[in-house]
């Protein structure tokens, strides 16, 4: 598999993996919210939103930054005319030594395709690692198998 199709696959998988909303004061329910976002944003194909939730300092895979991402959606968004995302199994949790530290495991199912018939379609285990930042959660670290 290409490095270039893993990345799209990895994009697609960020958002599903949390699906729910609570109290808006609830540290839980907002990266939850921040999750449910990134997903809507990236099934809308939209660039520009997900990159506001990216934290400036993000890397995917240790290596991969903004600019990466940016330009991965940009080619990605434009090849597939719908993309969807299904998790199938996932676990978030606050860090209980540092409040500032979200994280997310899950199992996702990606698809993209021209029509309404997925033309590609993947299984990742993917982790994602977000910080408070401005009282907001921002995707900082995220890694894929």
């Given amino acids: 598999m290409s490095m270039r199709h893993l990345t799209w696959s990895l994009l697609i998988a960020l958002p ?15 990266l939850e ?13 939209s660039t520009g939103a997900v990159m506001e939730q990216l934290h ?10 903004r600019e990466w991402a940016k330009r991965t959606m940009t080619l990605l968004f434009l090849r597939h005319k719908n993309i969807k995302v299904l998790a199938l199994g996932r676990k978030s949790w ?8 979200g994280y997310t495991e899950a199992q996702v199912g ?34 894929w198998e």
């Fill in 16 to 30: 599903l993996l949390l699906a729910g909303c609570g109290g808006r004061d609830d540290p839980q329910a907002k």
């Fill in 33 to 45: 919210a921040a999750v449910q976002q990134l997903q809507d944003n990236i099934e809308a194909k």
């Fill in 56 to 65: 400036g300092d993000f890397l995917a895979r240790q290596e991969l930054d």
């Fill in 94 to 101: 606050i860090d209980s030594a540092i409040g500032s530290k």
């Fill in 110 to 143: 990606l698809s993209g395709a021209e029509g309404l018939i997925p033309d590609s379609a993947r299984h990742y285990s993917v982790k994602l690692e977000w910080w408070l930042d401005g009282g907001e959660w921002k995707l900082a670290r995220l890694d």
